[in-house]
């Protein structure tokens, strides 16, 4: 007997009760078999959730709608002229995909995923999908990147585009069509990048979650804002997809839908041909707390099922593997009579008087535009819970049969003439397409009806009632934004006057001072994942609080602390707990709602700087393609600065994963000030009357030191990303330059006295704050010069910085490649230490002198490249290693 553990620790106070239910059971199963077993099993549950007995939810229901036919909400359109619209959209899709590889061979485009989805879009576009017109807010929709053409096609239709637009799909240098959806590339139309699979669907729920955010902190009324996201069956293999779930069902975010295109496809074969990818979503939804419809079967099912009294056609649904639904929908209605229906004559007899068409014409509930509006009706009117709608489709439908259901369908992107006529024939465009259009050589005709036909009439009236065409972007700016004065950086210009500190510390209080910043600090979003105390950030929870949407229902254990945990609907904190990718998701919701709500937010998300690029970088470059707003702070920064942690935790690369993004403005203060100017300047330019669409990367540590006050004249400096901090010494004779930042000045410091006091050598020293910008400015400067012949050249402001003052040695707590990235214009020898390698645990002493960014190192390098500029003599550097007890026979420290 199999013990279901729970069941059996519960005192049963009625054993011989127990028994006799026990055994009806048996006698059913022995008698009328399994099937009725559970039928009965199913409506005892049925009827417990209606007594609200409190049974636990089942997370699986058989292989059928979930809504049923009874039940489905009246559709209140024009089927007749809705279908001819979705039947231009269709025909344009594919044209445009046509025309574009038959223009330029190898460009590419995806026929398939729209095929497949085309009635969930248009019934989300003629009834659902909410617009930004005149003010309003509107819905977040976002599209399936693959399913882009359709979109396209559709705001043709609607005179957004025309044809000379479709033609230039996937051209986009010279502004042709975006392949995929990019508010970088199309900043007027796309909102939300989402073709790299699972960041859609993560940033779907924590965007829906931020408007909850947005609302119980009185910033914005989110009510009549509805976060839809269409997803990939195949796509919910990505951890970002599925991995976020639960957090939707615990924050009861009803204004989220999902709608999941089962095709039962990805891109080389099928999704889950074993079982079925329909029931497993479906339990894990059920599980995380969400609202699941099921939407598996079309209208003209409903009748063999209503007939299907002993439950054999619930049984072959549910028996049937997704490998064999594809199958069906591959061959013809005599193949699934045989294969579906014939094994069993009880079955074969339910279609017995249906013609092998009409068994053929059976369809899936994603092509059924009744029951696709009855869904979304039922979504948008569920209350306490977000829905995902699993709606199943054919992949590449309509296609024709050497592309529907086809393992291939995904990669095929042309049509020959014959599959055009096809297609034509299947949409009844006869009249729209003239035969002799298709004929071999021509390019297929697009076709828009004339504005006063009646499907345009329809198609105008119906996004006028929902507010206006979508997507659209940016939003208007419903909510301004006041930037706070100097006040919350002044602190800062004093230094720390003989305290030791940390740029961490000072990152805290700052972010704490622009909190309270009057009319401004309610924008600020503090974000961290489950690091506020390693980061000093414990400080704010009780002040700022921390978001959650139910409040705090318990007294903390720290209560009777100053600065104890507080939870509150009104929080500003969001504490995501421990997700990287959910933080960042929130991160971006905040940093674009300026484009998709009109409301500027300021976003501070705080992370372990280890795993932040590394960790979400494909997010972070979705940030920047969506235009983010807002500033990423790697904290715990460096590679020995972080001491006591190891190889995953130290960091000495982020800013070289952060060199790769565009858009983002990298920075690496060594002191409070330069941290406080590149917040105060960032605010600016992002925020500021000419708005920037870049976001900041700042790295802090946790090394305390002093804080020195800031110098005059110098913020310009820092934000071009380098600025001389200290002359060389009076005295000593030749000359050199060290580079520094982060916590290395302390090196670069000590090294100077030593150059001074030993060597004769007088070095002036330099902060680096961004060798990313140094290096941006020189490669444009370098361009300017290479299409510029014959003019004057110009130097970069590296080159110009650091001329004349002998050689260069760049200390930093990152690996070389991050200081190298200016050699080139560095006009003089140049010679960068850095932790190239694997962190360790040990004191920063131990690690300073292991990775050889310690002062006695920078010594050795500025001695060396005197001795081979034969400035000093050769055998200087010999003596300095000696001196210092340097052991030159050792490994690399990449090697070690
Ligand atoms: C992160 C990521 N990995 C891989 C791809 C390449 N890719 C594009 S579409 C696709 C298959 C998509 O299948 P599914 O999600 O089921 O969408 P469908 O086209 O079937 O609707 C793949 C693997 C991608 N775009 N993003
Ligand atoms: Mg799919």
Redo the contacts with the bound molecule.
Sequence with gaps: MIIDGFHHQLPDLDPQETQEWLDALDQVVEVQGKPRARFLMSKLIERSRAQNVGVPASVSTPYINTIPPEHEAWFPGDEYLEKRIRRFVRWNAAVMVVRANKAADGIGG?L??FA??AMLYEVGFNWFFRGKSDGQPGDHVYF????APGIYARAFLEHRFDEADLDRFRREIGGGLSSYPHPRLMPDFWEYPT????LGPINSIYHARFNKYLHHRRIDDTTESRVWCF?????TD?PETLGSISLAGREHLDNLTWVV?C?L???DGP?RGNGKVIQELEAMFRGAGWNVIKLIWGANWDPLLARDVDGVLVNRMNAAVDGEYQRYKAEDGAYVREHFFGPDPRLRGMVEHMSDDDVWALRRGGHDYRKVYAAYHAAVNHKGSPTVILAKTI?GWTLGPDVEGRNAT?QIKKLSNEQLMMLRERLHLHEEIPEEALAPGADPPYYRPPRGAPECRYLTQRRKALNGRLPKRPAELRRPLDLPDHAPFAEFDAGSGGQAVSTTMAFTRLLRNLARAPGFGERVVPIIPDEGRTFGMDALFKELQIYAASGQKYEPVDHHLILSYKESTGGQILEEGITEAGSTASWIAAATSYATRGVPMVPFFTFYSMFGFQRVG?LIWGAADARARGFLVGATAGRTTLMGEGLQHQDGHSHLLASTVPVCEAYDPAFAYEMSTIVERGLHRMYGAEPDDVFYYLTVYNENYEMPPRPQGIDDAIMAGLYRWAPAPDGPGHRAAIVFSGPSHAAARIAQAELADHYGVAAELWSATSFKKLREEALDVERWNRLHPGEPPRAPYVTRALAGLGPVAAVTDYMTAVPDQVARWVPARYTSLGTDGFGRSDTREALRDFFEVDYRHVVVAVLGALAADGVVAPDLPRSAIGRYGIDPSSLPPRMR
């Design positions: 995806h398939s995923t497949s989805s399936q990147g693959h399913g073709v790299s699979m699972g997803v990939g069956d195949g796509e990505e295109n095709n496809q990805r891109l999704v992949k995904h494909d």
